[in-house]
């Protein structure tokens, strides 16, 4: 196959940043996407209809020209949100909310510390048909960063959709083949998201030959019998998996550190990696299913009208994309061939 052409896809978790630097990630995602799912860990973190708004309308400002694109701002969950601000934010527009564990990743300090606590929120979000996003991960400093998305399914999310069977709920970026099974076996009311970096890499990728700051991200890579179930989800064609490339960028001199941040920066190639991910595994025709009807049809949201066109044709990351401020990220896959290209 030389060309595929798709439905335009949608991002259903992105990290746009702020300020300046939103004129680098909002074209970098508009490029490609629809509409994407922006994340609401900012410092101060978005945490009621008025700062969603307030956010919207700066990511608008720095969408290109003549593009349609629609970021789709999200509330970000603490110990002291109540219901009536979830409904106010649905009243607003506001789609779905974020559930960090206090302390899970970036900007999640002001996170959930007691998610017993929520029972009342999850309910409001329930009643006015808000989803539920999940950073799904356990913060106890006993428990191995390689087991934290394991014992989250065990220790939280099974009560949550025990006691919330009709809220629409997302795991996000899910990196083991237990979250893969735990969501094959829910119902159709809890779904998925998964990354380029965790369908493309796993955990010797990130350590063997030495350490790759520009692999790091939360949750973070898991050993290959992990990395192939999540590979194999994708393929399998279910409606539960959807493309969310939790595109997160950091400067440069933060990911090549001592103590160096999570994310990788994937927004400059998202949708053409997918399309190299899907066609080593044979299912080029499961790509459009993924990547621009099963996340709107689990949002409920009409899917887009547009098609994008991919071509075959083999192209290299650039090393370094330069932002304002004399600033500069270093793209997931930077230096590496790409198998396809978008066509503008
Ligand atoms: C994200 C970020 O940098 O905001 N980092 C990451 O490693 N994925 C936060 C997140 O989604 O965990
Ligand atoms: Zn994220």
Not at 47 to 54: R, S, T
Not at 230 to 247: N, P
Request: charged letters at 25%.
């Amino acid at each position: 196959m030389k060309e595929i052409t798709i439905t335009k896809p949608d991002d259903w978790h992105a990290h746009f940043r702020d300020h300046e630097i939103l004129a680098e990630t909002v074209s970098a995602s508009a490029r490609q996407f629809g509409r994407s799912i922006a994340m609401p860990n900012l410092t101060p973190p978005v945490v009621n209809a008025e700062l969603a708004k307030a956010y919207e309308k700066r990511i608008l400002e720095h969408r290109p020209k003549g593009s349609d694109f629609t970021p789709l701002v999200t509330l970000y969950l603490t110990n002291a949100t109540t219901p009536a601000q979830i409904k106010e934010a649905r009243d607003h527009g506001v789609l779905a909310a974020k559930l960090y564990p206090a302390g899970a990743t970036t900007n999640s300090s002001n996170g959930v510390n007691d998610i017993s606590k929520m029972e009342s929120v999850f309910t409001a979000m329930d009643e006015c048909g808000m989803l539920l996003l999940i950073h799904g991960e356990v913060t106890d400093g006993d428990i191995d960063i390689f087991d934290r998305e394991k014992v989250f399914i065990e220790k939280y999310l099974q009560g949550i959709i025990h006691k919330h069977p009709t809220l629409k709920v997302v795991l996000e970026h899910i990196t083991t083949k237990d979250a893969a099974d735990f969501v094959i076996g829910c119902s159709d009311n809890v779904a998925a998201t998964l990354t380029p970096q965790h369908l493309m890499l796993n955990r010797n990728d990130l350590l063997v030959g030495g350490i790759k700051p520009h692999y790091y991200c939360l949750p973070i890579l898991k050993r290959n019998t992990h990395q192939e179930a999540l590979r194999k989800a994708v393929a399998s064609g279910s409606s539960k998996f959807f493309l969310g490339t939790d595109s997160a960028p950091h400067m440069k001199d933060q990911k090549e550190s001592a103590c160096g941040c999570a994310g990788c920066y994937s927004a400059p190639a998202a949708i053409e990696l997918y399309t190299d991910i899907f066609e080593e595994l044979g299912a080029l025709d499961k790509l459009e299913g993924f990547a621009s009807h099963h996340g709107a049809d689990f949002y409920g949201l009409p899917r887009n009208k547009e098609k994008i066109t991919l071509v075959k044709e083999s192209w290299t990351m650039p090393s370094e994309v330069h932002v304002p401020g004399n600033n500069v990220i270093v793209p997931f896959w930077a230096d590496q061939k790409i198998g396809w290209r978008l066509k503008s």
